[in-house]
């Protein structure tokens, strides 16, 4: 399973979010904003790197954007919304999604 990262903004509320895209980056939502920091705008092979990543990426962005969040989801290239997660959150999701990848 491939895991991208990227910033977005959910319309049409205009929530500034780092998305966890399940999938890859061909599942996030369309349109994603240009690759800033380190570690956005890539796919990862573990869930618990990409976590990380967009932990990074989400407090780096937060400095200029404090209401940016971690979302998490899978978009099938279509424009929806993820829900949004704590950094605790995101670490126990990723913890989650490594043991279900493992029991396959």
Not at 2 to 17: E, F, G, W
Not at 73 to 100: D, H, I, M, Q
């Amino acid at each position: 399973m491939k895991y991208a990262v990227v910033r977005q903004r959910y319309l049409p509320a205009d929530i500034p979010v780092v998305e966890i895209a399940v999938g890859g980056l061909h599942y996030i939502n369309p349109k994603p904003l240009p690759p800033r920091y380190r570690g956005e705008g890539m796919e990862y092979d573990d869930p618990l790197e990409a976590a990380l990543a967009a932990i990074e990426v989400c407090k780096k962005w937060h400095q200029e954007e404090p209401k940016a969040k971690i979302a998490i989801g899978s978009t099938y290239g279509f424009t929806l919304t993820n829900p949004t997660f704590t950094y605790k959150g995101v670490l126990a999701w990723a913890e989650a999604e490594k043991k279900r990848n493992t029991n396959k």
